[in-house]
């Protein structure tokens, strides 16, 4: 079946500092890859996504590059702020006509230090 | 993209009880969701709501615990029955909307049984 892992956190960074979170999948075919971002006390929002191989999502300084030949989907930022302290979730789509249902990875807890 | 809200956002239960969480979308979608997010935990999957017929469950769900209606293209219910302390967990409503890609979430509905 399909599954996500994600790297475990939480992740502490330092304001500026730049941000990696690791997210390799387990699928067939080409699934769509996601990433969404839960700040605290809030609902889950789409952060970015990419639909095929190579494609780079991009959003709010966030990046992340649909890598089929090492089956990841890793979300980079330069230079992380204050107001990134979230949980991030790695996500993919099954390939294939309606199919809709997104598997999630565990999850990680981003803290940033002024 | 949709507008999901979701009533009520947090309550607190007693054991035994059961409650009906509801999830209105601001335009028509094909396809809404619910899923479970278990403290420290990631999402997961507890069936597709289907308009005008019986939701779709995931394996360990039951329709007997997890009743859902969908009366039409905007609106659907969740009721949580004979509610335990191990039911505490946020529900999340979604949709897919759009060109079908993307699937956005509700802000949740934070429950604790005591």
């Known amino acids: 079946g399909n599954s996500v892992t994600q790297m475990e956190g939480p992740v502490t960074l330092s304001e500026e500092a730049f941000l990696t979170i690791n997210c390799t999948y387990t699928?067939?075919?080409?699934?769509?890859l996601f990433w969404y971002v839960q700040y605290p006390g809030e609902g889950l929002q789409l952060l970015l996504k990419?639909?095929?191989?190579?494609d780079k999502g991009s959003n709010k300084g966030f990046e992340a590059t649909y890598r089929k030949e090492t089956t990841s989907f890793h979300l980079e930022k330069g230079s992380v702020q204050v107001s990134d302290p979230a949980v991030y979730f790695c996500?993919?789509?099954?390939?294939?006509?309606?199919?809709?249902?997104?598997?999630f990875g565990k999850g990680t807890k981003l803290s940033v230090i002024p | 993209s949709a507008v999901i809200s979701q009533k009520p956002s947090r309550d607190i239960c007693q054991r035994g009880t059961s409650l009906t969480i509801q999830c209105q979308v601001d335009?028509?979608?094909?396809?809404m969701f619910w899923y479970r997010q278990q403290p420290g935990q990631s999402l997961t999957l507890i069936a597709t709501?289907?308009?005008?017929?019986?939701?779709?469950?995931e394996s360990g769900f039951v329709i007997d615990k997890f009743p859902i209606s969908r009366p039409n293209l905007t609106f659907s219910t969740l009721t949580v029955s004979n509610m335990s302390p191990e039911d505490s967990s946020i529900y999340l409503c979604?949709?897919?909307?759009?060109?079908?890609?993307?699937?956005?979430f509700g802000p949740g509905t934070r429950l604790l049984v005591l």
């Open positions: 979604s949709v897919v909307g759009g060109l079908g890609e993307t699937q956005y």
């Open positions: 709501a289907n308009q005008g017929s019986e939701a779709t469950y």
């Open positions: 996500a993919l789509r099954a390939d294939g006509a309606g199919s809709y249902q997104l598997t």
């Open positions: 990419a639909t095929k191989a190579d």
């Open positions: 699928a067939t075919g080409y699934p769509s």
């Open positions: 335009s028509q979608v094909t396809m």
